[in-house]
């Protein structure tokens, strides 16, 4: 029948029902507006039929009844109702005051059980209302029966065996009402149906007003009252809805949480008998009438299938609660009942139940030392639950399951945290208002704690969203936060499905998709809003806790998992464990293997966003808002901290130093460019980044293979960015700062940057070379590493200060649109090197006088000719390959391009003579013997334009250089026979003419002499006296070596090979042959090879002409370089015999003169 049926819906856990003698403590001398009813008990009564005819059930629904037939009569008698016919067979629906209600309200097979009746007439709808009378009798009726000293021995009486085997039951004082109370306490121990069906009975009577409670009323009688929460008399309210009244009293008593300085506080005693209440009802929402009459419907529409008992259709109803189709009354009255579970976990019958030995076994019990309130709040139990579950201590599935589902109640509404409501009031007033549903408050409060948003939250309310993610633990299972899950779910089954549903590692996953393709817009504010909070508290990142909690006691002396110390804050740990992460062995106590997998995770996951460093956000907020306030998207809050490093307050420069520091170590932390150098990593650098620790060999990898077809424009942005932050200090450059730390201290102290450190030791290694010292000052493995950050330096202007700041201003004015890598803005410079300002101008001299010196630095050469250098120098000395290359470039297998850039070079050097380190030391005698008025009048970091080799030039056609110098420059007069580019007096002073005269030879750019040779040929036609002067010298070199003049020495190269093969190159001996035999008739030369030479003699002639010797030596030169060599030599000789003769006969006159003046 259906008080049974209900009953059988009811397997509640009711920790305590207290029943006594209401009537007389509570009501005085009236009760329904009556004298007190003294609850008769005459000996002849019988209970009524039992509802059920299970033998099993029926003893207990006897005794129950045989008690509530006498609480029948008295209730009749005390509501004025008509005597019954029966003493021992009075039924509440023979009573003319409740039939009308009945007939109306009830279905007639309930009518024979007073229970059934009862449950039915006090369940009816609101609307539904009874008839005075019915009320008052109701009323007495349940009074009555629950004060009635036979109720207390019908239980002994059905609950024999169980109250003898319970102890603390069988020792409690008999006519208090503490016996029941202490079975429903240990219900889950009976064993006896009977037992358990009695007890289950009587528990919607009792609960269907508070003033049927035990002690309720003594305790909340002041509160009711100035609270104004409902009638204490009988008539002045609905007697059977008095479960409003406790529904406002638990308002009242949440509201106190929330606003403790605008409500009047409630007494201690009756928050306690509030909490009790709900607890009591915590197994079933029927004894919650407030809740039961709220969510009636929304019950039958969500939960129509979920068996009544153990709090379930709470949880169905919880689970629910954010349904468009949830009425607002009930979804109040669910809050309502969630706010007393957060300040008591007991109001949950279900989570009380499934955790009850794990609060024993890990010690979550209350302690008798500690205020109740602190140790039965729900936030303590899931702590110190949580706790145990990181430190990988047994808590049972079915305990875990309950705390997963209350965590994600915490999560979705904020307002069951009183300490959010409390402390971020303001702040979801001005900037979260109407996101009450599923989370989104709490994550609008989390952006704006996060600083997204132009305002931020003040501290306490920053500590309260802080303590509510440690007691909700996300981080653990991302469906614990609802926002997330939602917002997530499809990157998560896109990106993630391979990873276990609700495994913590799927936070992980979500990050390292962080700003890709398969990441959406609202997952990634939900996610960074999120991990803002876990990254300040190093526990609420499970498997890191689980790897590590071992390691920070060890080295960080922390404590428990939701314990705090002020000497080691949550925050501060983390930063702990990283520095002892990268120790070497030497440096002793590291972090064991796991752990330092799961503390690089970390910061990889933290150079996503700045605000993901709580150490990095604290000390550089300012700095932030003054020179990165612009820079939003991904890592560039961190990129511009390192640019302005140097502009940055000393606390904040510390912190983004070190961890510049250690990204030099492990570039993999900085997620971002690894994820975007993902196609170079693979094809070239898959060695090193598959290493587990990285020590700096990665980053290398990428410099070097920069300019590779996979490296796309934001690795190699990326890349040089993090090149240019190394610029700033040593330290920033793992493998250097390792390889040359020692030398630094000792050779360089005080020098910071790295820049001027590699500056110090490579003058020091230069000084030592030079010096020819026995040992070097510098370390084998410091010089090594010294060259790789010589040669990386080389390839961007930027990462050298001393050349890029005084080049800016020529940069943006003479190269605007050239790119910075591949040291094409360098190349830019050199080709404008006449237009640039003074200061740039004598930098880019001195970094072409460093690269002709050790080729190597000089970028662009080794990068254009890498397979040439492979193919012809590869024996070669770094510091010859440049000589190498000249000697082989007009090969048949010179590469064009390495040949250009070769040429390019070989102009360069023939500028001035300092820039030819092999001709500076063949000729270091010569240079100052024959050419120091130029260099008295030469700067040091200007060129000389070639004037000194046109000076030495000039002495070697008057044969007077030393053999090296000689040799050196014959090798130039060649190349620059071939190249008229190469001479640079002759560019500078004929280009006007070349144009003009000789514009198709110089288009052709076939480099073998065709446009010298145009010169010559239009030698007349020259106007400019400066080219014709430069003409007439290359006429005047040809004279001295035919090797000079390419056009000439092709013509005559079989007459050479025929005639002259005996004659020793050089000093103009083979021309000397060639014009002899020009001059003997019996030798016929080729005619291309006569036709040319007599040319040449008509150019002399004209040289001779209007070029007349400047001295003995170019008389000499012109003389020995004649045709008429031997006439006028001839004729020298007589000259000198005429003369010698004169002068003997001359002087045999005066001294006959001088002896005849003697004799007078």
């Known amino acids: 029948m259906a008080a049974y049926s209900y009953s059988q819906l009811l397997p509640l856990l009711l920790w305590s029902v207290c029943l006594c003698d209401f009537g007389s403590s509570v009501f005085g001398s009236k009760a329904a507006g009556g004298p007190p009813a003294e609850p008769p008990n005459p000996p002849g009564l019988r209970a009524a039929d039992p509802p059920d005819k299970d033998a099993p059930a029926a003893a207990a629904a006897a005794a129950a009844d045989d008690a509530a037939v006498a609480a029948a009569a008295a209730a009749a008698v005390v509501a004025g109702a008509s005597q019954p016919r029966r003493t021992t067979g009075w039924k509440l629906s023979e009573e003319e005051a409740c039939r009308g209600d009945l007939s109306r309200l009830c279905p ?36 009555n029966l629950t004060t009635d000293p036979k109720f207390e021995s019908v239980a002994t009486e059905v609950c024999k065996s169980t109250i003898a085997e319970i102890k603390e039951c069988n020792e409690e004082e008999r006519g208090k009402g503490y ?22 009975k009587m528990t919607s009577i009792v609960f269907s007003d508070y003033r049927l409670i035990c002690g309720f009323m003594d305790k909340c009688r002041e509160d009711i009252i100035s609270l104004h929460c409902g009638s204490i008399n009988v008539g002045h309210k609905d007697v059977h809805s008095q479960g409003e009244v406790i529904a406002c009293l638990e308002k009242a008593l949440v509201r106190e949480a929330e606003q403790p300085d605008r409500v009047r506080p409630i007494g201690e005693e009756c928050q306690r008998a509030i909490l009790r209440v709900a607890e009591l009802s915590s197994d079933d929402f029927h004894l919650d009438r407030h809740l039961y009459f709220s969510c009636r419907d929304d019950r039958e529409r969500f939960c129509q299938n979920t068996q009544a008992g153990e709090g379930k259709v709470y949880k169905c109803l919880f689970n629910h609660k954010f349904e468009e189709a949830m009425s607002e009354k009930c979804r109040d009255a669910l809050t309502t009942r969630q706010k007393l579970i957060s300040q008591d976990y007991r109001v949950s019958y279900s989570l009380a139940k499934a955790c009850k030995t794990d609060l024993r076994k890990q010690r979550c019990s209350l302690d008798s030392n500690l205020p109740r309130a602190r140790e039965a709040r729900l936030s303590y139990l899931l702590l110190c639950l949580e706790a145990a579950v990181h430190r990988g201590r047994p808590v049972s599935g079915e305990c875990q399951g309950e705390m997963l589902d209350y965590r994600r109640m915490l999560m979705e509404d904020f307002s069951l ?148 110390s002020e000497l080691m804050p949550p925050g501060a740990v983390f930063s702990c464990l990283y520095r002892h992460a990268y120790r070497t062995e030497e440096q002793g106590r590291r972090l064991s293997r796991d752990c330092k997998v799961e503390v690089q995770r970390i910061l990889h996951q933290r150079a996503l966003d700045v605000k993901l460093d ?29 640019d302005h490093l140097e502009d940055l307050v000393s606390a ?6 070190n961890l510049t520091e250690l990204e030099s170590e492990d570039i993999q932390i900085d997620a971002l460019l690894i994820r975007a150098c993902e196609p170079v990593t693979q094809a070239h650098c898959h060695d090193v980044a598959d290493i587990q620790i990285d020590t700096g060999d990665l980053m290398e990898c990428l410099v070097q293979n920069k300019h590779q077809k996979e ?135 001195r970094l072409q006088e460093v690269e002709m010196t050790d080729p190597e630095l000089d970028y662009q050469l080794m990068r254009v000719c890498k397979q040439m250098i492979k193919r012809f120098c590869s024996d070669a000395d770094a510091r010859s390959v440049l000589q190498c290359l000249k000697q082989n470039k007009n090969s048949e297998l010179m590469d064009p391009k390495c040949k250009q850039m070769i040429t390019k070079r070989q102009i360069t050097q023939n500028t001035d003579y300092r820039l030819n380190p092999v001709l500076r030391k063949a000729c270091r005698a010569d240079i100052p013997k024959f050419c120091q008025p130029i260099l008295n009048k030469a700067s040091d970091d200007s060129e ?29 007069l060649q190349e620059s026979a071939l190249d008229y580019r190469l001479d640079p007096q002759l560019q500078m002073h004929c280009t006007d003419e070349i144009s003009r005269l000789c514009a198709e030879e110089a288009a052709a750019q076939e480099q073998t002499g065709q446009v010298e040779e145009c010169l010559k040929v239009n030698l007349l036609k020259i106007k400019q006296e400066a080219c014709k002067k430069e003409v007439l010298n290359m006429l005047k070199e040809s004279k001295a070596d035919i090797f000079v003049d390419p056009v000439l020495h092709t013509a005559c190269a079989l007459d050479l090979k025929h005639h002259c093969a005996a004659i020793t190159p050089g000093r103009g001996r083979q021309m000397s042959c060639l014009m002899e035999a020009l001059q003997d008739k019996r030798v016929r030369l080729q005619p291309e090879c006569k036709k040319r030479l007599q040319d040449r ?13 400047e001295g003995f030596s170019d008389l000499a030169m012109q003389v020995m370089t004649s045709p008429s060599k031997n006439y006028i030599l001839l004729m020298i000789a007589l000259s000198v015999c005429v003369l010698f003769l004169v002068g003997l006969l001359c002087g045999r006159i005066t001294k006959q003169v001088t002896r005849e003046l003697k004799d007078r």
């Not at 000039?954 to 130039?972: A, M």
């Open 1097 to 1109: 003699i008509d150019m002399w002639s004209y040289a001779a002409k209007v070029a007349p010797a």
């Open 614 to 642: 709580p150490e990095l956000q604290k000390r550089c907020m300012t700095d932030l808002g003054k020179w990165c306030s612009e820079k939003t998207d991904a890592g560039q809050e961190l990129e511009c901290l390192q």
């Open 711 to 845: 490296m796309n424009e934001k690795c190699s942005v990326g890349v040089t960015h993090f090149q240019l932050v190394q610029m700033k200090d040593f330290r920033f450059s793992y493998k250097f700062k390792m390889a040359c730390k020692e030398d630094v201290l000792r050779l360089c102290p005080n020098i910071k940057k790295k820049v001027d450190v590699v500056i110090c030791l490579s003058t020091t290694v230069k000084n030592d070379t030079l010096q020819e010292a026995k040992e070097q000052r510098v370390s084998l493995k410091c010089r090594k590493q010294l060259r790789v950050e010589e040669l990386e330096m080389s390839e961007d202007i930027r990462l050298e200060p001393e050349l890029y700041d005084p080049c800016k201003s020529d940069i943006s004015r003479l190269c605007p649109n050239v790119a910075f890598g591949n040291a094409q803005m360098i190349e830019c410079l050199k080709e404008q090197k006449k237009q640039l300002s003074q200061r740039c101008h004598q930098r880019i001299f």
């Open 944 to 972: 000389l334009e070639g004037q000194v080799i046109g000076c030495l030039k000039l002495k070697y056609t008057d044969q007077r250089l030393s053999p090296d110098c000689e040799d050196q420059i014959r090798v130039i």
């Open 652 to 657: 904040c420069r510390e912190v983004v130093g």
């Open 179 to 200: 016996l029941v109370s202490c079975l429903v306490d240990h219900r889950g121990n009976v064993s006896e149906y009977q037992c358990n069906q009695y007890i289950t």
């Open 108 to 143: 007639k097979h309930t009518w024979t059980n007073n229970l059934a009746v009862l449950e039915c007439l006090q369940d009816r709808r609101e609307e539904s209302e009874l008839a005075p009378d019915c009320n008052h009798l109701l009323w007495s009726y349940k009074l």
């Open 417 to 564: 945290s009183p300490e959010i409501v409390l402390h971020c009031r303001t702040e979801i007033e001005a900037h979260c208002s109407g996101l009450h549903r599923k989370g989104r408050t709490l994550h609008c409060l989390m952006r704006v704690g996060r600083g997204d948003r132009s305002a931020t939250v003040d501290n306490i309310c920053q500590s309260a969203l802080q303590t509510l993610i440690q007691s909700a633990d996300p981080g653990a299972d991302y469906r614990i936060d609802r926002a997330l899950n939602e917002a997530c779910e499809s990157v998560i089954q896109t990106a993630c499905k391979h990873i276990r549903n609700g495994d913590p590692m799927i936070l992980s996953c979500l990050m390292e998709h962080l700003y890709t393709e398969k990441m959406v817009q609202d997952c990634e504010h939900r996610l960074l809003e999120l991990q803002y909070f876990i990254s300040r508290d190093w526990k609420l990142d499970p498997v890191l806790y689980k790897k590590c909690h071992g390691d920070a006691a060890r080295l960080c002396h922390t404590h428990g998992w939701n314990e705090t």
